[in-house]
């Protein structure tokens, strides 16, 4: 069975910085796309940033670029969301989505991503 679990949300202050784990089970780790996403109340779901385990390489959105890094650690198979500088703008439930089975560079919409985890809050405070 294939699962996703966030972790390390939580409430900060507008230049402080948070660090998400998304820690993923039931599939072949270096065969997967994690992205995550956001989606705050009353706004559209919007990908913040994608690593590709099969090719190590990364993506951001530019409203994150500079002050999220996003990595990954096959041995513990997880997926890492660091965030800092964060702005209450960035307040949002993010969730990891997967592509699993799959070799090749991060994709963008949704609609390719097979499974998604619970969703961890994160609150910026201004």
């Known amino acids: 069975e294939v699962q996703l679990v966030e972790s390390g949300g939580g409430l900060v202050q507008a230049g402080g910085s948070l660090r998400l784990s998304c820690a993923a089970s039931?599939?072949?780790?270096?065969?997967?796309?994690i992205r995550w996403f956001r989606q705050a109340p009353g706004k559209d779901r919007e990908g913040v940033s994608c690593i590709s385990n099969s090719e190590g390489s990364t993506d951001y959105a530019d409203s994150v670029k500079g002050r999220f890094t996003i990595s990954a650690d096959s041995a513990k198979r997880s997926v890492y969301l660091q965030m800092n500088n964060l702005k209450p703008e960035d307040t949002a439930v993010y969730y990891c989505?997967?592509?699993?089975?799959?070799?090749?560079?991060?994709?963008?919409?949704?609609?390719?991503?097979?499974?998604w985890g619970q969703g961890t809050q994160v609150t910026v405070s201004s």
């Open positions: 039931g599939f072949t780790f270096d065969d997967s796309t």
């Open positions: 989505a997967a592509i699993t089975n799959y070799r090749g560079r991060c994709l963008e919409l949704a609609l390719y991503y097979d499974y």
